[in-house]
């Protein structure tokens, strides 16, 4: 949003090639993708093993997929396999590379195993980079948003999820979402929808509004989470994700869209995180007031 503001106040750049460095042409750029392996991935099926292949693509173009072949019954697969994309240099800061790791299932659905997500802008494409990394894919989510300056109704809708982790025996969740205003990083305001049973995709359509003054909607994050309901023991978290000026990546796109669209409802999907990285980027204020000493 920022940076909308500051493209309209700017003054206009004389130089033509300043203004629209996208005519320039430069060639497309080729990224060389290797998948080499993985170790101790989860067991996905019931012998205690999966069966285990990659999924590989850019965001800024998800119709191109490749995918590696299946390593039947493993939990250590060496993969050693390479793909090349053709991407446009003027796409390379805003895209990034996904690779998922699937459980394949002759008669089943796949199953996701974990996922890498490496935003381009992020790495420096002159060199060869070797990394490890997978995490535990926690579900998507997609939801709403709207705000209306001039009353300060701020309306989140939640639409529905997928993917969600399953935390339940039964192989499925029960899942809930949570939305939490936050305020100057102290809790605020807070609303839940109802508990879909026994499903990992699950539909709510259920629409929270706010009362956000304009003059706070600057101060606000707004975090969603989704949890999974047990009837017995505690109910437990699945991933989450903020919204708000302190946002990044695609969280902060939402809220900027958001803000520069008054009164629209916009909806997006965003990828779940864990809630421990999640609160950490918070920061979040401790509601206790400790007794100060006395003397
Ligand atoms: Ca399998
Ligand atoms: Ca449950």
Redesign the pocket.
């Known amino acids: 949003m920022c940076s909308s503001l500051l493209k309209s106040l700017s003054p206009q750049l004389p130089d033509p090639i300043l203004l629209h460095p996208v005519t320039l042409c430069l060639p497309p750029l080729q990224l060389k993708v290797g998948v080499k392996r993985a170790v101790e991935l989860k067991a996905m099926d019931s012998g205690g093993t999966s069966d285990p292949y990659v999924i590989v693509y850019l965001t800024s173009d998800r119709r191109k997929r490749y995918e590696t072949k299946v390593y039947r019954k493993t939990l250590n697969p060496i993969f050693n396999e390479s793909f090349t994309f053709q991407i446009p240099q003027a796409e390379v800061s805003e895209s990034t590379l996904v690779m998922q790791i699937y459980d394949f299932n002759r008669f089943s659905k796949h199953d996701i195993i974990g996922e890498v997500r490496l935003p381009l802008a992020s790495v420096d494409l002159q060199h060869v980079i070797e990394q490890w990394t997978l995490r535990e894919h926690l579900g998507e989510i997609c939801f709403s948003l709207r705000y209306v300056p001039s009353t300060g109704k701020l309306t989140v809708l939640i639409l529905e999820a997928r993917q969600l982790k399953r935390?339940?025996s039964n192989g499925?969740?029960?899942p809930f979402v949570k939305v939490h205003l936050i305020l100057n990083r102290r809790k605020w305001k807070k609303k839940r929808t109802s508990v879909k049973?026994?499903t990992l995709s699950p539909y709510f359509n259920e629409v929270f509004v706010f009362e956000v003054p304009f003059s706070q909607i600057q101060n606000v994050d707004v975090v969603i989470s989704v949890w999974?309901?047990?009837?017995v023991?505690k109910?437990?978290p699945i991933g989450k994700l903020f919204l708000g000026c302190r946002a990044t990546g695609n969280q902060l796109r939402h809220w900027s869209d958001m803000l520069s669209n008054p009164r629209r409802p916009l909806a997006q999907w965003h990828i779940l995180q864990p809630p421990e990285v999640v609160d950490k980027a918070l920061g979040l204020k401790s509601h206790l007031k400790l007794p100060l000493p006395r003397y």
């Not at 999974?228 to 009837?231: E, I």
Request: proline share 0%; charged share 50%; glycine share 0%.
């Open positions: 935390m339940d499925l969740s029960d049973k026994n999974d309901h047990d009837k023991t109910n437990e």
